[in-house]
């Protein structure tokens, strides 16, 4: 069974940069499309954007602004997200999810996920 374990969240100033990871256990990612998504209470949960299993391939999710990275580190067995120019509004508990799909496959959709981390919490504020 593949396990997730988000991690690099806390209490974040607005402006500056940040580093989540996700870190896996019980299989290898190599084969794995990985979505990183996030929630606030009361609404719904949204998908920021997704890597596929072959390298470089990413997709935004369709309601941000750009300033959403992610990246891959298979030998690390580790999925990273990386957030430029926090916001207020990107306070949630981002989870990431993982789900066995073709190489090119990159979705936004958390319903093709299989497998989801915990989440953590970021809160943005001053």
């Known amino acids: 069974q593949l396990r997730l374990v988000e991690s690099g969240g806390g209490l974040v100033q607005p402006g500056g940069p940040l580093r989540l990871s996700c870190a896996a256990s019980g299989s290898t990612l190599d084969a794995y499309t990985i979505g990183w998504f996030r929630q606030a209470p009361g609404k719904e949960r949204e998908g920021v954007i997704c890597i596929a299993s072959s390298i470089g391939l990413t997709n935004p999710g369709t309601s941000v602004k750009g300033r959403f990275t992610a990246s891959r580190n298979n030998a690390r067995v580790t999925v990273y997200l990386e957030i430029n120019n926090l916001e207020p509004e990107d306070t949630a508990v981002y989870y990431c999810?993982?789900?066995?799909?073709?190489?090119?496959?990159?979705?936004?959709?958390?319903?093709?996920?299989?497998?989801w981390g915990q989440g953590t919490q970021v809160t943005v504020s001053s």
């Open positions: 999810a993982a789900a066995l799909k073709a190489y090119y496959y990159c979705s936004n959709a958390a319903v093709e996920y299989d497998d």
